[in-house]
């Protein structure tokens, strides 16, 4: 098959052509044939670059297809197909004006296993892939969407796997349609056997590290199932009921009150009693029936439960197990006597004189105190 035009040089091109006309090239090839098989318009062959194409301000080759079933304006078969340097911009530009069938500027195919569209950047802070949505009104759209029929949608690895910076609304979020049985969520992490599942950090005042909604008020809004289910290091403030169907368990060994006290600093242990103007103070006198208990506390042994807890007051031991401070000089303590207040500030001894002790019994001893003064462990039983 011969060549319509054929130039052959040993020194300059083979064939060369110069149009001054505006929207006219220097060099035209067309090939009419009609048929499926109908040949290019220009080929070129070389041991170099087959074709070339220089430009001062705009395309150095631009190809256009007026197919409608997927031709191609520029096409490249090789081991890379087309590749494209930019010097100051875009080593690649696509450009797409079709709004049905999933157009886009630039498409990638990985048939055999590869990549539809990969991306790599060696400079710090640079984007092996980047996308941007330019859309100044309505909802806009995605600067980049990623959609598997069987895999991950998007999946991303490295130091960071994902990240999100939301600058109006959400980070990252995640949303699914899957039936209730899949056991599926709207966001998933996997923290495997080193790290957290899913972690949240807030520093603005009020605002929770992690929050959950239930919208349909028909289940919880945070679910935690393991051994423990849930854990907090800190404050917990419930608003509204709380609800225990198993045991509740306390780390502290005694229930008590916040009582105003004269002095909100009374070493755990004190016996105290109720003054003129109802605020508490260390006993100082044998069978006080003013006793109003032990502040809990003592021995290092935190009460479990206390109620009304408020500035200026201190934890009474209303019943359970406390450290008390003990003087046997009125006899020797042994576990099972009853207690009372004594002379000593602050102090309990046993009862010696029942009759005198209705109304002053703080409690029965647990432990002994032979002599002189010290701590006695207490079932409080005030009576």
Known sequence: MAAGVEGVSDAEEGVSGLSHAAQRAGVLGVNDNASDQAGV???????????????????????????????????????VGVSGIGRSWIGVYGETHGTENGPAGVWGDGLEGGAGVKGHARAPGAM???????????DGGPGVLGQSIRGRGVEGQGVVGVVGTGSQWIGVFGETNAPPEAGAAGVWGDGKATADGVKGVATGAGKAAVCGFQLGGNGPAIFGQGNPAGQ??????VDGNLEVTGDVLLAGADYAESMTAVDPHLAPGTVVSVGAD?????????????????????GGVRPAVVLDHHSGGVPVALMGKVWCL?????????????????????????????????????????TPLVEGRGLVRVLVATR
Do not use: M, N
Not at 128 to 138: I, K, Q, S
């Open 326 to 366: 003990a003087d046997a000089g009125a006899g020797p303590i042994r576990p099972g006597d009853l207690l009372t207040t004594s002379r000593t500030q602050g102090h309990s001894q046993r009862v010696a004189d029942a009759s005198r002790a209705l109304g002053a019994i703080i409690g029965k001893a647990l």
């Open 232 to 237: 907090f290091a800190g404050r917990v403030i």
């Open 278 to 298: 109802g605020r508490v103070r260390p006993c100082e006198a044998e069978y006080d029936v003013a006793v109003a208990g032990i502040v809990s506390g003592g």
């Open 41 to 79: 318009g220009v080929h070129g062959r070389s041991r170099a670059t087959g074709v070339f194409g220089e430009s001062e301000t705009w395309h150095g080759v631009f190809g256009t297809s007026r197919s409608t079933t997927g031709g191609h304006g520029v096409s490249g078969d090789a081991a």
């Open 128 to 138: 092996g892939v980047g996308g941007f949505h330019l859309a100044t009104e309505g």
